[in-house]
């Protein structure tokens, strides 16, 4: 903290007791004394302990940006969709692989290879989509052999190459809010999924999208993706009060009905399940209001809660 030092941004909070506000390890702020900190190892522990963002560093926004070394090789994938991002190629570039490896595993919960195979994969299935032969797929996206590729692509599709064609993409990626680190997974349709990364059950909610989309989820992004990343920018900087953004929501005709209602809901007001029911004509549904609330994949543009 005293260093500044910003590896350790996001790894520990400290609550300052005479302020009784809390920073991450790169605040500007003068340094308290070392009687007058308490040490947190999330941002919800100093809140649930009485203490409030720091206005300087503002550490609920700021925790939980990407460093500049793993952004560096984040970049490094998407340009090079095809190309096998190696430890050497890494630390050629300065990077430090260990270090990029452990931020991966714990923000995306997969190594930073397997990022890359997700990442180079989906660009396969688009291009077997397009109608490239399995072949010449293969040798394109880097791969030394026709078996490797095929038993990669097959343990993230869950269908070989050649019978693949019927299944549909999903596309996962990471964002940071002023609230915390969010996941957001978009179709070629619209946006499926905006959740938080701690958000119960979301594995659950995971497997349910791909079996009702019949698709597989894949590290990546498309054009849905960008304009909801704008869009929640200027929404929390006060600038929107309204989504453009295209969803793709899949449910019951019931749960859809429940959501669209939900949306009509105007901007800083809120409502009730029994009202919902009335609206939907079926004021004696407000349990199974409630349910549908709970089961909404897009936390903030569908303001469920």
């Known amino acids: 903290m005293l260093d500044r030092n910003p590896q350790y941004i996001g790894v520990f909070f400290v609550g300052v007791k005479t302020t009784s506000v809390f920073c991450i390890a790169t605040c500007r702020a003068r340094k308290p004394k070392k009687e007058n900190v308490e040490f947190y190892s999330s941002f919800k522990e100093a809140l649930v302990n ?16 990407a460093p500049s070394n793993a952004v560096m090789a984040i970049e490094m994938v998407k340009k090079n969709p095809k190309k096998k991002i190696s430890d050497k190629i890494l630390r050629k570039n300065g990077l430090n692989p260990y270090a990029i490896r452990r931020w991966f595993k714990k923000n995306y919960g997969m190594t930073f290879q397997a990022y890359q195979r997700m990442y180079r994969i989906n660009n396969a299935f688009k291009e077997l989509k397009d109608g490239n032969s399995p072949t010449s797929t293969a040798f394109d996206s880097g791969y030394e052999s026709l078996s490797g590729f095929g038993y990669t692509y097959k343990k993230l599709i869950g269908k070989s190459p050649i019978n ?128 549908a609330n709970g089961m909404n994949r897009v936390s903030i543009i569908i303001p469920c809660h």
């Open 50 to 65: 009485g203490f409030r963002p720091c206005k300087v560093c503002k550490p609920t926004e700021n925790a939980s940006q």
């Open 164 to 291: 693949s064609n019927e299944r549909n993409i999903i596309l996962i990626d990471r964002i940071t809010t002023p609230l915390g680190p969010m996941f957001v997974c978009a179709t070629v349709n619209g946006i499926c999924l905006l959740e938080f990364t701690d958000r119960k059950m979301l594995e659950t909610e995971f497997s349910d999208l791909q079996r009702r989309l019949n698709a597989v989820i894949l590290s990546g992004e498309n054009e849905h993706t960008k304009q909801l990343k704008k869009e929640l920018e200027e929404y929390f900087q006060g600038k929107r009060k309204n989504f453009n953004v295209l969803l793709d929501t899949p449910g019951t005709s019931f749960q859809k009905g429940v959501w669209e209602i939900l949306g009509e809901i105007p901007f800083g007001q809120t409502s009730t399940y029994q009202k919902q029911a009335i609206k939907l004509k079926n004021k004696n549904a407000v349990r199974a209001v409630a349910r």
